[in-house]
């Protein structure tokens, strides 16, 4: 279905649809070849076409852009690495069928909103070649595989590390949601009281509040001074939750330390709030998602555009009240959630391919999707509820584990490929102008 995900290399996609469709003719009427790896050449024209790609993506990453020179350098050796490892994936057989590109160029077109006819013809429209485009497919497929055969091996995680990252996510959470409890003193205000009355009782809120400063016990001062139900228990609210205590509480003291105090009004009264203990919460928690959806498969009859559009004239009718999601997915949907009404239940972060929860993400609760692309067909998403779930120690070192590797990937990914572009020909012609 749709779990299961590798890292996603849409982005690599989309950096060869920009290589195709931003092809030009060469700026000075010539061409010639700057360099040459193995036996492959690398012309002029390929690094101008490449360092626009490279400004692009380079402030996308919020990192500093080369111009003039600096830049077509920096494409030209972008260009180097990329033949070495095309290079090394003919060498060890990584190979790429045509119905894998037939589907890239599938996503790039659904990516656009538009049919693969159409952006065939915007391709042509804009000097390139459908030939260029799916070349350009090929090589990041195959950039893809070789990636992924090549780096998720050499990516070390120790436990000493996963030990350090479970520790740092539950300190975190004493921002988030600390475990705390709350000395409380309530000076009640009646419903009808006069102002004279308010100004006396508010009074003997400053006087609980003194003398909480200086030091005396709470539980003294409660049991003199308190209306609450806390009085004859020493004043404690008991440990729990911070989100579990009344949020007017919370916003007053979340910049307290320990054993301060302050007070706060509410239309029960006046209230003295003392911070007795704040620590981690020893429960961890994330963020999970209730979704459904309807998934249709291209296929035989049924093309990607003729799919997307019969999801957005299902998502027109349950926005416009005459149909039912659920009803809709049971009748069409092509998941074995059909059953369900297409309803996935609560899933957790990582559970699903990348390209169903990129959408899914950007959801709040009850908001439905535009039909959106994945490797498994196109979908019509609705999230219907979130929530904070408490997750075990044995799922946090495995949450921790996976983010340090995800961390650890763009540089093993680096160092792995210069090592394989250490160990290629490289010849420099003339400097790209």
Do not use: C
């Not at 070349?135 to 195959?142: A, C, E, G, V």
């Not at 049924?302 to 559009?309: E, F, H, N």
């Not at 019509?380 to 044995?394: H, K, M, N």
């Amino acid at each position: 279905m749709l779990f299961a995900k590798p890292r996603s290399y849409l982005v690599w996609a989309l950096m060869a649809w920009a290589m195709a469709a931003s092809a030009q003719p060469s700026v000075n009427g010539r061409d010639f070849i700057v360099a040459v790896v193995d036996s492959v050449p690398i012309t002029n024209h390929d690094v101008r076409l490449r360092a626009p790609q490279l400004r692009d993506q380079l402030k996308q990453q919020g990192r500093t852009i080369p111009e003039g020179e600096a830049l077509l350098k920096a494409a030209l050796e972008r260009l180097i690495v990329e033949k070495s490892l095309l290079q090394h994936a003919k060498e060890t057989g990584v190979a790429i069928d045509d119905d894998a590109v037939t589907q890239a160029e599938q996503r790039l077109a659904a990516q656009s909103q538009i049919s693969v006819d159409a952006l065939h013809q915007k391709v042509k429209s804009e000097g390139s070649s459908v030939e260029r485009l799916r070349l350009n497919l090929r090589d990041q497929l195959t950039l893809q595989r070789l990636t992924e055969r090549n780096v998720p091996g050499r990516i070390k995680v120790s436990e000493t590390e996963v030990d350090q990252a479970v520790r740092d996510r539950q300190n975190a959470s004493v921002d988030a949601n600390p475990d705390i409890e709350l000395g409380h003193i309530l000076v009640a205000v009646p419903e009808k009281a006069t102002d004279a009355e308010i100004a006396t009782l508010q009074a003997k809120a400053q006087t609980a509040l003194a003398r909480l400063k200086r030091g005396d016990d709470l539980g003294r001062v409660a049991k003199e001074l308190s209306d609450g139900v806390e009085r004859d228990k020493g004043g404690l609210m008991g440990l729990r939750a911070a989100s579990r205590y009344p949020t007017l509480f919370v916003d007053a003291t979340k910049n307290l330390t320990v054993d301060d105090v302050t007070l706060v009004r509410s239309g029960a009264g006046f209230h003295v709030l003392k911070l007795v203990t704040k620590r981690a919460s020893g429960v961890v928690t994330i963020t999970q998602t209730h979704p459904r959806h309807i998934l249709l498969r291209p296929g035989g009859q049924l093309s990607q555009t003729t799919a997307r559009a019969q999801l957005a004239e299902y998502k027109r009718q349950i926005e416009a009240g005459k149909a039912d999601f659920a009803k809709l997915a049971r009748e069409h949907s092509q998941d074995g959630s059909a059953s369900e009404g297409g309803d996935l239940g609560w899933i957790s972060p990582g559970m699903f391919v990348p390209e169903f929860e990129e959408v899914m993400n950007t959801l709040q609760p009850g908001q439905m999707a535009d039909p959106a692309i994945s490797r498994f067909g196109v979908h019509l998403i609705q999230v219907l509820e979130r929530r904070e779930a408490p997750i075990s120690e044995r799922e946090l070192r495995e949450i921790a584990r996976n983010n340090l590797r995800e961390k650890k990937f763009d540089e093993t990914y680096q160092l792995w490929t210069q090592e394989v572009r250490g160990r290629t020909y490289v010849e420099y012609r003339d400097a790209p102008q």
